[in-house]
C-alpha cells in the first residue's frame, strides 16, 4: 500500500512554531514533497527532500527519515497567512514514478 | 513564466452535456498531470501524460476522456458524468515525468454536476 497519513487539523498562535507530522509506508518511496493549498488554490510547493536529514528554507524546514517513514515540516515564525492546508506527497515507484497525496492537515493560525 | 493555466475556473454541467476542460503551461515540461480533488481531502491522480503519451491511467472511468494535442496542452473531456463527479480537478506539469523535480499545479477547475 501507499499509506501516507498526517494529523487532519492543527492549530497554532501567531509567531509560534508547529510541526506537521507525516509518516508513510517505505516500499517503493524514493522521496518527499511538501505542498501548501489555501482553500480554493492550487497546491504551491515548499520542498523536496530525498536523502535524510534537514532541509532548511526561510521559516520552513523539512526533515525525513528514510529508515522510519517519517517526515516533518516546521514552521517558524508562524504569521496568519500561513493558515492553510499542508499536503505530504511520496514519490513512489510502481513501475512508474508518480506523486502520492497524504491526507493533508489542516492549519489555522490565531493571533 | 512558471505558470500552469487552467479553463474554465469553474463549471457546472448536467449528466448529459459533453464539456472540457482545458489546460496549458508554456514552461517546456514533458509531463502533465490530472489530480481530481474533493473537498477537504489530499488530490488523487488521475492520468501523466509524459511526452505527449499517456504513461498512467489510473483505472479512470471512461466518461473521462484526456488529450494531449501537443506538449503545451492537455485537455479532459467529460462526458456522460455523475454527481459524484463534482471535484476540483488540477492538471500540473513538471519538467520530466515525475522525478526530482516539482509539480507545478494550476488554479483547477471547480466541476459540479447537476
Known amino acids: 500500500g501507499q499509506n501516507i497519513d498526517q494529523p487532519t487539523e492543527m492549530t497554532a498562535t501567531e509567531g509560534a512554531i508547529v510541526q506537521i507530522n507525516c509518516t508513510y509506508q517505505?516500499?517503493?518511496?524514493?522521496?518527499l514533497f511538501w505542498y501548501q493549498q489555501h482553500a480554493g488554490e492550487a497546491p504551491t510547493f515548499l520542498s523536496y527532500n530525498v536523502l535524510d536529514g534537514l532541509e532548511e528554507k526561510g521559516r520552513f524546514s523539512s526533515f525525513l527519515s528514510r529508515s522510519k517513514g517519517y517526515s516533518y515540516l516546521l514552521l517558524k515564525e508562524l504569521q496568519m497567512k500561513d493558515s492553510a492546508s499542508y499536503l505530504c506527497?511520496?514519490?513512489?515507484?510502481?513501475?512508474?514514478?508518480?506523486?502520492?497525496f497524504g491526507t493533508g492537515t489542516r492549519l489555522l493560525v490565531s493571533p | 513564466d512558471t505558470e500552469v493555466t487552467q479553463t474554465p475556473k469553474h463549471l457546472v454541467m448536467g449528466m448529459t452535456n459533453k464539456k472540457s476542460l482545458k489546460c496549458e503551461q508554456h514552461?517546456?515540461?514533458?509531463?502533465m498531470y490530472w489530480y481530481k480533488q474533493k473537498a477537504k481531502k489530499p488530490p488523487e491522480l488521475m492520468f501523466v501524460y509524459s511526452y505527449e503519451k499517456l504513461s498512467i491511467n489510473e483505472s479512470v472511468p471512461s466518461r473521462f476522456s484526456p488529450e494531449c494535442p501537443n506538449s503545451s496542452l492537455l485537455n479532459l473531456h467529460l462526458h456522460a458524468l455523475q454527481p459524484e463527479d463534482s471535484a476540483l480537478y488540477l492538471c500540473?506539469?513538471?519538467?520530466?515525468?515525475?522525478?526530482?523535480?516539482?509539480?507545478?499545479f494550476g488554479q483547477g477547475t471547480r466541476l459540479t454536476v447537476v
Open positions: 514552461m517546456g515540461h514533458r509531463a
Open positions: 517505505t516500499s517503493g518511496f524514493n522521496g
Open positions: 500540473a506539469s513538471s519538467q520530466v515525468p515525475q522525478g526530482t523535480v516539482e509539480a507545478f
Open positions: 506527497a511520496g514519490l513512489m515507484n510502481t513501475g512508474f514514478q508518480k506523486l502520492v
